[in-house]
């Protein structure tokens, strides 16, 4: 495989800034396919609109002005660069390769999700649209889309189960702070399945006035490749940042969870032409191995057509997409992005996954031994870099992608754990 030229002009275009694959076997071809994965499975009424987004979107990323609109968003919203930081006292527990932390938990709202609303607002306002309508599930992907699309004047609506709205109260009212029209769906499970399906259907009935903005590496073409440009950004800081710091040489890994994909796609696509760096994606195992106690799309799906797109799919019995379990909201959902379905099959990236009980420990042990609290999807990818460390040795090191942070989790975890009584003083 070829390597990047180390110091290469500073790219003038998102193409230019994202299409970081010079591997001819890995390169994914332009209409949103990789290999057998991806495309767009789609009824008609959605098919022309997601043909407009896609020319768009391809037109976008060729414009200069675009780019320098998205990166200084990021640099004066988002605060990118995020630091890559060398966790000396989670090493020193880990005992073994050195480890780490790619802090997007730092990032305005408190994960890497803002870098693709940003791109995907900015996407909107090209198009001429008035509202960003998305579906979410935690809330997450509603309070980053809320955010881009106040800060460029767009109109947000998110569809959220109602089971959802109840559960996530302090999301709804951040959504609602940011502007956003939020709308409980009442149907069927009333959670993230129908508020994808309520969702699409005013998006199908009112193309011109909506882009429909998704939340992952996931979906119809363009929304896999979309995603992954706009997130792209991650690996790429990494990969430089790590060199500078690390005399010119590069991680022996690269860590991160897998929900839909996207953290995992951003730190791992600047770094897939470098053979001899393992990119390790993180799958929720859940509370065990039985279907609807876990979310391992990768290791327990099948090939299948979920939300417009050939991908791999949990399934139950009756073919229709599994209950998935995982302590981390984020992560759970029965199937994953296209992209990387096709980077396991042309064995570059290794999908693992860590299970509800050592992801757990492994969100107390960051807290305990670098004072920052981790997402729990995050925390996924912390529990197999501690796995590892140990068997890689000291002279190996780890990149984990710290994809946000825990604050939203506090409240769950503090259900699950021992946590002392305040001593009392009278
Ligand atoms: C949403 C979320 C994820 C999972 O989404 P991906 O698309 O798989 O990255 C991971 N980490 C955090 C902090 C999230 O909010």
Avoid: W
């Avoid at 970081?20 to 495309?39: C, M, Q, S, V, W």
């Avoid at 407009?52 to 002005?65: H, L």
Wanted: charged fraction near 20%.
């Amino acid at each position: 495989m070829l390597n990047h030229p180390e110091s290469s002009a500073a790219p003038s275009t998102l193409a230019e800034a994202a299409d970081l694959i010079r591997t001819p076997e890995l390169k994914p071809t332009n209409d949103g396919h990789f290999g057998a994965y991806g495309g767009a499975v789609l009824p008609d009424a959605l098919a022309r609109p997601m043909e407009d987004v896609a020319k768009a979107y391809e037109e976008a990323r060729q414009d200069p002005a675009f780019y320098a609109e998205y990166t200084r968003l990021l640099r004066d919203v988002v605060g990118r660069p995020t630091p890559l930081m060398l966790a000396e006292r989670l090493t020193e527990a880990a005992g073994g390769a050195k480890i780490f932390l790619k802090r997007e938990d730092l990032n305005h709202t408190g994960a890497h999700k803002i870098n693709h609303t940003l791109g995907e607002v900015l996407l909107a306002k090209r198009m001429g649209k008035q509202t960003v309508i998305a579906e979410t599930g935690a809330g997450q992907h509603g309070v980053a889309l809320a955010a881009a699309a106040a800060l460029v004047g767009l109109d947000c609506e998110i569809h959220m189960g109602a089971v959802d709205v109840a559960k996530q109260h302090p999301n709804v009212v951040r959504m609602q702070l940011l502007g956003a029209k939020v709308v409980s769906v009442e149907r069927g499970g009333a959670t993230l399945k129908e508020a994808v399906d309520s969702a699409f259907e005013v998006y199908a009935q009112y193309p011109e006035q909506y882009l429909y903005a998704i939340g992952s590496v996931v979906g119809p073409h363009p929304f896999p490749t979309l995603v992954r440009d706009f997130q792209a950004i991650v690996g790429a800081e990494t990969r430089t940042q790590f060199l500078q710091g690390n005399d010119g040489t590069l991680p022996t890994a690269v860590i991160a969870s897998v929900g839909g994909g996207s953290n995992a796609m951003g730190a791992f696509t600047a770094f897939l032409d470098d053979d001899d760096v393992r990119l390790i994606g993180v799958e929720p195992g859940g509370s065990g191995s039985e279907l609807g106690q876990h979310a391992m799309t990768m290791s327990k799906g099948a090939t299948g057509v979920l939300h417009g797109m050939t991908t791999r799919v949990l399934t139950d019995a009756t073919g229709e997409p599994a209950p998935v379990h995982s302590i981390a909201s984020g992560l759970d959902y029965p199937g994953v992005g296209p992209q990387h379905v096709f980077l396991a099959e042309a064995g570059r990236v290794e999908y693992v996954s860590a299970n509800d009980g050592h992801t757990l420990e492994a969100f107390q042990l960051v807290s305990r031994t670098e004072g920052i609290i981790p997402a729990l999807e995050s925390s996924h990818a912390i529990a197999e870099a501690l796995r590892l460390a140990p068997q890689l040795g000291s002279y190996a090191s780890i990149v984990v992608n710290l994809s946000g942070r825990g604050d939203k989790d506090i409240d769950y975890v503090a259900d699950k754990i021992e946590l002392a009584t305040p001593e009392v003083v009278r």
